[in-house]
């Protein structure tokens, strides 16, 4: 994959057939993502290297294979491309196309409650999976701050809200994550109890 993938996309896992393929990757319906503003596209790649691909009220049916490891074959009416595929998590692929900078971002359709038919509705899915994604990494760490020039904690979150609530400490002390060494960040005990709400 390109660097400059790398860098707009970090933190990608290379498919992986025992982690990705019969859970996460087969029979699901995948929507491109790039061109969702001008129409939806559902790829769902089946066993038997069959692939459905649904834009409106038509589904052609094509053909895909994996070649080795996270590098596949892919038929569609722009022709045969290879490409190697990725997981951003568990619901977004990429399919970056050997060698270049081109990509396929696709959102896993079936792992959301809503259909997703156009850019707003990605955005939607985007900004809920992150703000649960941010929730719940903040609800599991604990976090000293400081007041008054004086350390304390750690702390997870809600104790830190309850300390806020019962006047304890002023929702404007500084935190900082137990991993962190500094307070640099400037991160605010109001920041995190915002991310809670």
Known sequence: MSPAIFNLLPNLQPFHHETHYEDLFLNQHWVLVNGISKKKAIYIFKDENTLHISESKTTTETSWCIEKKNLFSIVTEDGETTVKAYFKDDDILILNRLQTDDCAIFINE?????????????QQFLHEKYKNKATDIIHDHEFYYIEKSKEFGPFTVEELTKKVKN???????????????????????????????
């Open 110 to 122: 079936s792992s959301y409650s809503e259909s997703l038919n156009s850019l707003e509705d990605v």
């Open 167 to 197: 006047d304890a400490i002023s929702p404007y002390c500084f935190v900082r994550d137990v991993n962190e060494h500094d307070y640099s960040n400037r991160l605010r005990i109001r920041d995190l109890t915002r991310e809670l709400q």
